[in-house]
């Protein structure tokens, strides 16, 4: 996967007002998220950066108080794995970006090239009433090999790991029992390998990496394509869910 030209932006996670968080009506909230974050164009320096560095600090407090969870996930690409739960009913924004490493505010460069020990990894803004943690895990699993360790179809390197990151202890139980409802349906006779892990801090990856699937959508597929990623899924799961999804 070439990096593409871009600068890294580093986003401050600055806390904000509880009392103006609780004030946002909820369907407010939506459209601010699908207005500033669900469309983010390919280059760094266009003149929403400001707003939208504003509305992702926003975001590290938004699950408080109104009605919404997150959930991340690892497992190749992120430019691959970010797709899938974009149209998912229940799903209000995503964002690609590096957790479960050792470097602060690392950089796409770093952390393709296994320096960091961080994974790539895909973090999901949903609202749990409509889309229940269970069903994200669905997916995930049905895009991932979880069969191989420390690799992903073509990229090899722990940065490239399957693996969920729980956020609180109902994530946590809740993926263990699917890892293993997993191995005891005996799909697989190798082990699952997908790590299970606490999430610590995430950090968003630069801008020209969000949504690279619809900034870049030529590149994008060659990737896919390359990494023989659909194959692989199409022999491990037979009818890949969501595996090329866009909104």
């Known amino acids: 996967m070439d990096k593409p030209l871009c600068t890294y932006a580093a986003v401050a996670i600055q806390p904000i007002n509880p009392s103006a968080m609780a004030a946002m009506r909820r369907e407010g909230l939506r459209a601010e998220v699908l207005r ?17 560095e504003t509305f992702l600090n926003k975001m ?16 190749g690409c992120f430019w691959c794995l970010q797709p899938p739960f974009v149209n ?5 924004a995503t964002v690609v970006g590096y957790t479960g490493g050792r470097k602060t ?16 990894a895909v973090q999901v803004l949903y609202e749990p ?15 991932v090999d979880p069969t191989v360790p420390n690799r992903q179809f073509c990229a090899i390197g722990a940065q490239y790991r399957a693996a969920i990151f729980y956020h609180d202890e109902t994530q946590k ?3 263990e029992a699917s890892k293993q409802a997993l191995a005891a349906s005996h799909q697989f006779a190798e082990r699952i390998a997908t790590r299970i892990s606490p999430l610590e801090v995430f950090y968003q990856a630069e801008a020209c990496h969000q949504h690279f699937y619809r900034t870049h959508p030529q590149r994008y597929r060659c990737c896919r394509a390359a990494c ?17 999804g866009s909104r």
């Open 173 to 175: 139980h809740l993926a």
């Open 88 to 92: 998912l009913a229940g799903v209000v």
């Open 105 to 120: 505010n690392p950089s796409h460069e770093d952390v393709t090239a296994g320096r960091t020990g961080h994974a790539l």
């Open 228 to 244: 023989g990623r659909d194959q692989r899924l199409l022999k491990l799961w037979s009818e890949p869910l969501h595996h090329r």
């Open 36 to 52: 500033h974050y669900d469309r983010l164009p390919g280059i760094s320096d266009r003149p929403w950066r400001r707003p939208l």
């Open 129 to 143: 009433r409509r889309m229940p943690y269970s069903q994200l895990l669905d997916v995930f699993w049905h895009n």
């Open 60 to 75: 590290q407090h938004m699950t408080v108080g109104d009605h919404f969870a997150k959930a991340t996930f690892s497992g």
